[in-house]
Each structure stands twice: as C-alpha cells, then as structure tokens.
C-alpha cells in the first residue's frame, strides 16, 4: 500500500534562495516594502468602510520613507491595519503565506473595487537583500491591541516581544549591510521610489532623517526667521504694516495617488493627457493623439497609449510601454502584453488581472495576456477607423507619422489588417491622401501584359466548372501606380502628369512587404512602380512598323555592345521623351529582396533584365533610325541609354564617369 506524507521546506535553505534569486534587482525591495505598506492601509479603509473600524478621529492615511545616514537604516512606516502577535507569528513568519489572500477571501463580496497588491506572502523578505538585521515594531487596529516587537537577521531563528508603539500601524527598520550603503541616501531611495511608486494609490512622503539635514533644515529655519525679523523692522522704521513671515514648505507626496488612468476618459481635458504625458515621459514634443483604455470585463484593464511623433530618422524606434499592477509599476515593455507592430508607442497599461511571477517583474505564460495584447490591438485600430471616418483632415495630417506602423501591424496581424483596411491611405502625387477604394475609382489603370491577358481569355474556348456551367472570366485587376523617389522617378512622373495619370507615393521600406500583402489580400489590385510599364494611357496608339522596331534594336545593342538587351519601340504621347527604361515589377521586386539580405552582386541573374524603351516620334530617335551610318548614331545611342537610366536608378561609378565626359564632349560641339 501507497504511503503519504506532508512535503516540509527548511526555512534555513529557503531563505538564502529568496533574497540572493527572487528578485533581480536589488532596489526592487523598496517596492515591495511600500506595496505592503500600503495593504495594511488599504486593509483598514475596507474595514472603515464596510463598518468594521471607527477610529476616533479622522486619520490620514500615508506611507513614510525614513533614511538614517548615521545610523544606516532604512524605515518604512505606515498607518494602516497594523498586527497581533498571532497575526507577526501567522504573517511573517510562515514563509509564502499571503495575508493579502487571507483578507480578500474573508471579506469577499464586501470589497469591491479593491486594490490589494500582495498576493504571494514573501516581497517582506526582500528586505533582507539589503539589510543584515530587521525589525519590525506593529500595533493592532484591534480595540486591546498590545504592541509587538520583532527582529531577526534573516537567519531561520526570530525574537518576538511586546513592544512600544502606540500608534496603529507598522514600521519596519531596516539595519543596511555595508555593501547596500547607497540607500541610506535620500536622492537614491527618491529616484527607487519614483521609479517604482509613483502611482501608488496612498501618499508617500520620503524625509532623511540624519544629523545632517536636520541640520540643514534648522539653518534654513533660522536664516528665514532672520529674514523676516530684518523685513518688519524695515516696515516698522517706514510705518507699513509688517509682511506676512515666511512659511515652511509643507512635505509633498513623492506620488500622484489618482494617475489619470484611473480616471473615465470624459472626465480627462487635452491639456491634462498633454501633461501627464510629459510628466511621465520626458517629452516636450506633444504626441499625434492617444487612445485612454477602459475595460471592466473579461478582465480589469485602465492605461493610456500616447502616439508620438517620431523623427523616422534620429529617433531610437524602443517601446515605452510601462506596465503596473493595482498602480504599482511592475516593469517596462512586456512584448506578451503590446503588439510587436506597437513597439513606437508611449505609454501605461495597469492590469491587476496580469498573471505576474512571484518576484513580480515578469508574466506567466497564460491565455489572459494574448487577450489582453488583442483587447490593445483592437481598441488601437478601432480608434484609427474612427478618426479615418469622423476627423479626416487631423487622420491624413497624422498620416505619414503612424503609417509605417500601422502597415506593419497589418502584415504582423490578420485581424488587425481587417479592420483598417479601409482606413488605408495612400498619397498621391499632389499630396493628397485616398483610400485605395478611392484611388481605384479616379484612376482606372490597366497594364499592357494584363490588357493582352484578358483579351487572350476572352479569345480562348469557353471554360466550364465541374457542373457544367461557365466559368466567367475575371476582370482585369485595377493596377495601383507608385513612385518610390519622386526626383529619382521625376521623368516618369512628368509622364504621368501630362497624361492627366496619377499614382501613389511609397517610399519607407516596409511598403513593399505591405503591398505584396495587400496583392494577396486582394486579387483585383496589381500595384506596379511608374517605371515598371508604359501603360495604355502614356501612348498615342500609332502603330510601330516591325522593320522600324527591328532596326532600332539591332542598333542600340550594336552601339551599346549588348545583344541581350530588351528594347522595345512605341509612340509616346508626350514628345519630349526620347526614351526611357522599364523593370518588370516582379523582376524589380526581387532585386529589392536581394539588395536586402546582401545578394544582388550579379544584375543579370533575374532572367528578365530592364527594358529600353524607345519613343519612335522623337526627332533624336528618328534621326538613329534615318541614319544608321553616321558617326553621332553611336553616341545618340550610348547618352539616350545613360539618360534613361539616369531616371531609373542611378549609374555605377564607371558609368557616371563616361557620361560625364560624353556629356561634355557632345557640349564642346555646341562651340564649333
């Protein structure tokens, strides 16, 4: 038969493990005495609350930091539920036994809305990362209630006795270790405690209590009182009522205990998410816009994501999302909690539902945090959709700050395509920004090679599906021009231009991935760079004889000293063009994959190289035509070839220098 038995954890084992392994960094132990501090706060207004507690006059409920210099402690202390000695043995001494568990559950249904922190029972001994002694000294909400001392050196022994605070509350003495000296200092524990509490939702003061700023405190005191006694003399000897004397400056919270994400977004102006904004962040430049979350169900959700605006350029491209926990900040830029597409966002997320570890600086793995990164992916496309359908003009003025990433949550997430996809836009060539359900409808572009395609289909034998019935050809796609370098592409966007044609501007580097996606996505559209085809619309319909077609091509690759190369002769409707090149859209898009991963040393090994396209009513392409022998057809060929290129991509070092010296050779006969 089986035996069982309880499993036993030795407390001289267990403790070494919590303070050197549980937490990664060492000042995090601020944090977690303040969370419990303010529990205990938060405890007793419950118990005020549900009628519990009546104290006898109206407390003010605050947390105290105290640094010691001199006698190198560190002190947290609050007024808040305070302990027995039951509850010190139960509570502090049973490692990993939650007394934030314990009330949730004893008061469950009586505390809605709570805001308790704890819930593991061990962020206490984090103390003991720093300090070689603790002692805590607490007193009972409890009517009766006796003090209590305790301390221990974070060994597994412990003292207990009745103590002498006579106060609600509990303050917990840290004795600092030799090598945890700095947060004796009050500028270090400040930054700790703004870092980690400054949301938390129960004053702060911070006050070093030292020799030496007391010091410094009674020298101010006396150079005022000084001060005010030498400015009513002077009243007195010019007979004017004596000035009001100088006052004290109040201690101030080191926390803000009501963020502006706890509260509705109608109850939040502009200039307050502007504030809040550069308050936390350290930004003065004001973001694009933000989206306040606010969700009670499936799960408890507040925060604030701020766009901001981002020079493309200089800027470093890092998330700041900060993430908190009941207002506690837990950690910056969790990629489980914000979409990967979001990573430029600003901004705080405080989820008490959050699945957090023990140490409580990182997720459990669970189905909780993909809904909470769907929740923000939603909430963030349905804010763009609603600012595309009712504030167009601020959308398209945002527009070229936020579409990279937006495009790139398309691409990173299906769903979220779906919902924008008709919030999409796309500048055209005179700035002005449309839908591609708009661009389609003002420009009805169809290439060549798919015009040749559908009139081949419409030729073909009738096909017929699996019942019988025929299959009705497809119509030809809706081509979406694009231009990538408005100077480098400047003679074909004058092309488009005289044509009364337009197309779209897509210059970032994550266009290209977009609109293959958005092909994909979308059988009907072809999108294709102004210089990858000479379309429809850009000829005169003149028809080219073959003889012609055929003698300008054997001579441009004579002159050019290229058999292979691709030309092609057509009447242009704008007669200010000699001639210019082609790419297939499909052969450039591959180069510019290549490019990309460091493997286009070798321009022919696409197959389908560019393509020369010739004007056939120009005066210098008639005259290589008509002239086949004379010693300027060479060099007409060679600076048409140079020129077109030139508006295609730029030429290779040894290609610019023989332009050049062409170019002023061609000059010096001007003179002649």
Known sequence: MA????????????????????????????REQVANACDAITKLKKLEGVGEYRPETEPEYQIRVEVDPDQKTLKFIDNGIGMTEDEVVEYITQIAFSGA???????????????????FGLGFYSAFMVADEVHIDTLSYLPDAKPVHWESDGEAEY????GHKDTVGTEITLFLSDSCYEFCNEYRVRTILEKYCSFMPVPIFLEDVGEAAKKRAADEEKRLAEEDAKKAKEAEEKGEPAPEPHKMREPEPINDIHPLWTKLPKDCTDDEYREFYRKVFNDYKEPLFWIHLNMDYPFNLRGILYFPKINMEYDALEAQIRLYNNQVFIADNIKEVIPEFLMTLKGVIDCPDLPLNVSRSALQNDGTVKKISDYISRKVADKLTGMCKTDRENYEKYWDDINPFIKFGCIRDTKFADRLMDSMLFKDLDGKYLTLKEYAEKNAFVLEEEKKEGEEAEGAQEVLDQDGAPVEPEDDKTTVFYVTDEVQQAQYVAMFRKSGKDAVILKHSIDQPFISQLEQRNPKIRFARIDTEIAEDLKSGEEVSKEDADSLTATFRKHLENEKLDVRVEHMTDEEIAAVITLSEENRRMQDMMKMYGMNDDPGMFGGS????????????????????????????????DLAMLSHKPLSQEEMTAFVKRSNEIMLLLTK
């Open 3 to 30: 035996k069982t038995g309880n499993l036993s954890i030795n407390s001289t084992n267990m403790l070494p493990i919590i303070k050197k392994w549980l937490y990664s960094d060492h000042d995090i132990f601020v």
């Open 610 to 641: 560019e393509t020369l396209v010739l004007n056939a009513g120009h005066p210098l392409v008639k005259f290589v035509l008509e002239h086949k022998r004379s010693s300027a057809v060479p060099v007409i060929c060679r600076q048409l070839y």
């Open 101 to 119: 568990t314990e009330f949730l559950e004893k008061y469950k249904g009586k505390t809605e809305g709570d805001q308790i922190i704890g819930h």
């Open 159 to 162: 003292s207990i006795e009745e």
